[in-house]
């Protein structure tokens, strides 16, 4: 009788032990995940257009030795192009004190970062230059909190342009959409253009969009004036709306140059620029190395020294476009 007292109380001093064990894993856990540092990333348009892009800033973060999940936790934060709730983004990550926010898609949600804290350090990527955003003292040393990537596609207007023309024989007059609900970029893809147009003899007409039905009207409008090619300026929310445009494009037989390859790859005419998966890749690297000890206002801006050149050749036989052999031998991808 005693002994089997005794094994019950060895089976319940067991089962107890197991219990606990048990109880204690969920706790260890969510004690991990509290002391893992913490990334603010900031985006002006939503998950589902960046898939590309963030496994690239998640590879930027593991060439550092950070992985999301087992040693970095990423606090994600979508504007879905709605750029007036960028300021109060930030200041939500600010409030959590993250340990450094990346931001990405545009300049304005480092613009609203850089508002919100003076302690926190920024890594951007913008297509602008930051000098004169005001987002750093010079690309050598930012000072500050704030460094980054810029991939320098708000001044390839003239190359865009040139490409487009040698595609395009007899290009004189070409329609430009932009986004003017993103000033900064706005601005300065006019700018760009205006130069450009000027120098190499094109008339520049343009076009705003701000909504999917704006986008439409465009469409509507050049076709009644029949512009020769179309020009899409970079900006987050016309790249979210890659598909629409490019199929608005080919209904409409204009051909079209575009900032980007992720454009190409669903069926737009040519884009060249910088490599924007590397470019956030980048951005991730900067993130972690500022998470191991880097500081942002010596860690140089970094800029791209290639660009990319696609042309999907599809569409340009859809739309009767001979290729010139020059231009073949000299992209970077042709998508047949």
Known sequence: M????????????????VAAAASAWPLAARAQQLTMPVIGFLNPTSPDTMTDRLRGFRQGLKDTGLVEGENVAIDYRWANNQIDRLPALAAELVRRQVAVIATTGSSA?????????????????????????????????????VTGVNFFS??????????????VLGTARVAVLVNPSNASNTETT??????????????????????????????????????????????????????????????????A??????????GGLMSYGSNLTDAYRQ???????????????????????????????QTARML?????????????????
């Open 154 to 167: 708000g001044e390839l207007a003239a190359k865009r342009l040139e490409l487009l023309r040698e595609l």
């Open 283 to 313: 951005v991730g690297v900067y993130t972690g190395r500022i998470l191991k000890g880097a500081k942002p206002a010596e860690l140089p801006v970094v800029q791209p020294s290639k660009f990319e050149l696609i042309i999907n050749a």
């Open 109 to 145: 949600p480092a613009l609203a970062a850089k508002a919100a804290t003076t302690a926190i350090p920024i890594v951007f990527n913008v297509s602008e230059d930051p000098v004169r955003l005001g987002l750093v003292a010079s690309l050598a040393r930012p000072g500050g909190n």
């Open 257 to 266: 140059t575009y900032s980007g390859r992720h454009f190409a790859e669903v």
């Open 190 to 255: 006019l700018r760009d253009m205006e130069v450009a147009g000027r120098t190499i003899g094109l008339q520049i007409q343009v076009f705003n969009a701000s909504t999917n039905r704006e986008i439409d009207a465009a469409f509507a409008t050049f076709m009644r004036e029949r512009p020769d090619a179309l020009f899409v300026g970079i900006d987050p929310f016309l790249s979210s709306r890659r598909v629409q445009i490019v199929q608005l494009a080919a209904r409409h037989t204009i051909p």
């Open 2 to 17: 005693l002994a089997r007292t005794d094994m019950k109380r060895r089976e319940f001093i067991t089962f107890a032990g």
């Open 320 to 336: 009767g476009l001979i290729m010139p052999q020059s231009l073949l031998s000299t992209a970077d991808e042709v998508i047949e």
